[in-house]
């Protein structure tokens, strides 16, 4: 059985991650459509320059989140080392199962969890910290291809909005066109992160569209 591109990209990056990165890169490009479409009956439509932002946005904020990923992937792993270092440095048993306790609180977790079912895992972590040996804290190979995986993925949101644009003489349609496409994308962004996460599809699709739309339009007014 051959797998394809998502399950590859699923298997590199969180899929509630890679959904996200593409919804911000929806954004991004219909901030600049939809913005050229606002002024184009003051100023004319020019769709190479048109093309040329948008694709520029879209790769220059691939890279942007391509290295916050990064940083914040060594801020966690570097997090999680310290707390590995004091838990061994905890004067007490007590006061090493309070951090862990903190760190990793079951009142965030989807279930109702016991009192003594909680100080039982906290207890099986504290048996597993105290007998393992720290490691640095470095950038993996999976880590670098999820980088580059949140780079592609924001940057390939622009190739529906200009596409549009090499098949389309007329450029007022083929904005339209474009804007319609990207729209459509956001739905399906919406239903694919329903169907991830069990949620409910359609309603989700929906909700997306318009929170994408919402978002545009806060970017478009505050000159984004």
């Known amino acids: 059985m051959t797998s394809n ?16 990165e593409v919804l911000f890169g929806l954004i991004m490009a219909l ?13 004319g439509l020019d769709t190479q320059e048109l093309i040329a932002a948008t694709i520029g946005c879209n790769l220059a904020w691939g890279i942007i989140d391509a290295v916050l990923f990064v940083l914040g ?5 570097s997090r999680r080392l ?25 009142e965030e977790a989807p279930f109702s969890a016991k009192a003594g079912d909680a100080d039982a895992l906290y207890r099986s972590l504290l048996t597993l910290a105290c007998r393992a040996d720290p490691v640095k804290a470095s950038l993996s190979k999976g880590d670098l291809l ?32 474009s804007n319609l496409f990207l729209i459509m994308l956001l739905f399906v962004t919406g239903y694919a992160w329903a169907k991830l ?13 318009g929170l ?7 970017a478009i007014a505050l000159g984004g």
């Open 5 to 20: 591109p998502i399950d590859h990209i699923t298997d590199i990056i969180d899929p509630g991650d890679a959904l996200g």
């Open 31 to 43: 901030t600049f459509t939809v913005g050229a479409r606002l002024v184009v009956n003051e100023e």
């Open 73 to 77: 992937t060594t801020f966690y792993k």
């Open 82 to 106: 310290r707390l590995f270092r004091q838990i061994k440095a905890a004067g007490s048993e007590t006061a090493a199962l309070e951090m862990l306790a903190k760190e990793f609180p079951i």
């Open 146 to 177: 999820a980088a580059i995986a949140v780079f592609a993925l924001v940057s390939a949101t622009s190739i529906p909005a200009v596409i549009p644009f090499f098949f389309i003489d007329n450029a007022h349609l083929a904005l339209r066109t």
């Open 197 to 209: 996460s069990g949620g409910r599809p359609f309603y989700a699709g929906m909700t997306m569209t």
């Open 212 to 218: 994408g739309l919402v978002l545009v339009s806060i």
